[in-house]
């Protein structure tokens, strides 16, 4: 399922189920005043740098939040209905169904003149029509804390926990007769200071992944990650770093049902360079190598590049264009390979149609190669969607996706179509 299409890995941000629903039967008309008053909203979005046209302020769209002493609590609730013509992402025998989805979340943020904290946690609630066996429920919930320690130094922890159900179309997934679950948590601490041009950081960051369901057992693991990163600020636009990290992988048994033990050690260096020019053109590319030593002698250590880019281009005040590089190793508990490679990247367009009616749209490609066995998958991808607001407590939104997976092993290709409309209600 798209709404559940993220894959399980760390560090990871997830903010999961963000859907919100469309609902066509509120109409929306425009006026010549009306189309007036919103070009004149988009010219006072012309000095808002660094951010694209879903991330810019709207003051009489966006929610308030609700005053809790030096606190800000903002609840949420979304409600969507969808329609999926291929649930189990399979080739053949393909089943369709009509799913409910119910997210409601809260944050919690401060409002603290230096340092920074929130809190926020939330249910999405997964409800099929006739596949009952598909219902689930997923939770998520993090808190994060930021320290500025004075003269450009500053200090981060941050710690979550996510119930997850891993997609029916992920490469990963079991194919079992129930969605695959796990429980994660994740904590992360960091550390920064400069020193004239350069800025050195350090950040530690552990996950626990563990599957709700013993039969999977196998799959449970640990990471444990330390990076260090040294910039060289060139320029207020420009500067460059050198980023080592060293992960290492623990699973908990140590071998699979199938009695291959899948620890492994992965060291990696990138070398970058991160740029802002005015505000206009953004973002951090790198590139590097990366070499996995695994424990079983079966398996083939592997040495490679990897990249890693993201780049926005704000295009006018009102379209922003976003491009994604990615070249990395993933551990893999697929049957008698270590690793895959994926490289992978999408374009995200976002446009401002109206100053209340934002639409956008994702192109992606991604291949997976499987170190060891002959399989190799191109997974090519399209989303859109659309975001109505009413008002600061009320959005409507309409997304549409479409996935496709050819492989060189036939059962693993699928097509998948998924529609979305619902509404969200938050404050």
């Known amino acids: 399922m798209h709404a559940r299409r993220q894959k399980v890995r760390f560090p990871k941000t997830t903010t999961l189920g963000t859907l919100a629903l469309t609902a066509l039967s509120i109409g929306f008309s425009t006026t010549p005043c009306n189309e007036a008053a919103a070009e004149s909203s988009r010219s006072s979005e012309k000095d808002v740098r660094n951010a694209t046209v879903f991330e810019r302020p709207r003051d009489h769209y966006d929610p308030i939040g609700i005053p809790v002493g030096s606190f800000r609590f903002w609840p949420r609730l979304d409600l969507s209905e969808s329609y999926d013509d291929n649930i189990f992402a399979v080739n053949a025998n393909k089943k369709s169904d009509f799913e409910t989805l119910i997210e409601p979340s809260a944050r919690l943020t401060s409002e603290w ?38 003269r450009g130094a500053e200090a981060n922890a941050k710690t979550s926990y996510q119930r997850l159900t891993v997609a ?45 369901e013993s039969i999977n057992s196998d799959k449970d693991r640990r990471y444990f990650i330390g990076k260090f990163r040294l910039s060289y600020v060139a320029s207020p636009a420009i500067n460059a770093f050198v980023e080592p990290t060293y992960t290492v992988t623990d699973f908990k048994q140590s071998s699979d049902r199938f009695g291959f033990n899948r620890d492994s050690n992965e060291f990696a260096v990138n070398f970058g360079v991160a740029y802002d020019i005015t505000g ?30 993201k780049t926005t281009w704000s295009i006018s005040p ?68 659309a975001q109505l607001f009413l008002n600061n407590n009320v959005a409507l939104v309409a997304k549409y996706d479409f996935l496709r997976r050819t492989s060189s092993i036939p059962e693993a290709e699928f097509t998948e179509n998924r529609v979305m409309i619902g509404i969200r209600g938050q404050f």
Request: proline share 2%; glycine share 8%.
């Open 113 to 150: 003149s230096r340092h920074s904290f929130l809190v926020e946690a939330g249910g999405h609630f997964h409800r099929f029509m006739d596949l009952k066996t598909e219902n689930n429920t997923e939770f998520d919930s993090t808190a994060a804390l930021h320290l500025d320690l004075g």
């Open 168 to 212: 029916r179309s992920d490469p990963e997934e079991s194919g079992g007769i129930r969605p695959e679950q796990m429980d994660v948590f994740n904590t992360e601490l960091s550390w920064s200071q400069p020193f004239g041009h350069f800025k050195p950081s350090v950040t530690a960051a552990f996950s626990d992944q563990k599957e709700r």
């Open 280 to 309: 206009i053109l953004y973002g951090e590319t790198s590139a590097g190598f990366y070499s996995v030593n695994f424990a079983d002698t079966r398996f083939k250590d592997d040495s490679s590049f990897r990249i890693s880019s």
């Open 318 to 385: 009102v379209a922003s264009l976003i491009a994604n590089v990615s070249r990395s190793s993933i551990v893999t508990n697929t049957v008698g390979s270590s690793n895959r490679v994926e490289t992978g990247g999408s374009l995200t367009f976002q446009y401002e149609l109206l100053r209340n009616l934002l639409l956008d749209g994702t192109a992606s490609v991604a291949r997976d190669k499987f170190n060891e066995i002959q399989r190799n998958d191109t997974t090519i991808g399209f989303k859109a969607g």
